[in-house]
């Protein structure tokens, strides 16, 4: 069965740092991609970050280049996002998602089959 386990949301003022983990079972951890996205009330699921868990090659979003880092620890099957420089704009439900390697956008939605059950973040100015 497989799991994604998402941890580490919270409240935090502009300028703050928060540190999300998604802890993944039940699949073959290197062969997908694991991804963050968050979704904001009234408007889309927006692809974030994302890393291929057998190699480490990493994308952001544009919006987000420079403030967010994702990373992982392949002995644990965990993949964490740190933010930094947070904005009021990066407040959205946060959720990491698995999917396998295949053609077009990497962090379109629809290519990730697995998905956790997400971690609130909130910026306050």
């Known amino acids: 069965q497989v799991q994604l386990v998402e941890s580490g949301g919270g409240s935090v003022q502009a300028g703050g740092s928060l540190r999300l983990s998604c802890a993944a079972s039940?699949?073959?951890?290197?062969?997908?991609?694991m991804g963050w996205f968050r979704q904001a009330p009234g408007k889309e699921r927006e692809g974030v970050a994302t890393?291929?868990?057998?190699?480490?090659?990493?994308y952001y979003v544009d919006s987000v280049k420079g403030r967010f880092t994702i990373s992982q620890d392949n002995a644990k099957n965990t993949v964490y996002l740190q933010m930094n420089s947070l904005k009021p704009e990066d407040t959205a439900m946060y959720y990491c998602?698995?999917?396998?390697?295949?053609?077009?956008?990497?962090?379109?939605?629809?290519?990730?089959?697995?998905w956790g059950q997400g971690t609130q973040v909130t910026v306050s100015s």
């Open positions: 998602a698995a999917g396998p390697r295949t053609s077009g956008y990497v962090l379109d939605p629809t290519k990730y089959n697995y």
């Open positions: 039940g699949y073959t951890y290197s062969r997908y991609y």
């Open positions: 890393i291929y868990a057998g190699g480490g090659w990493t």
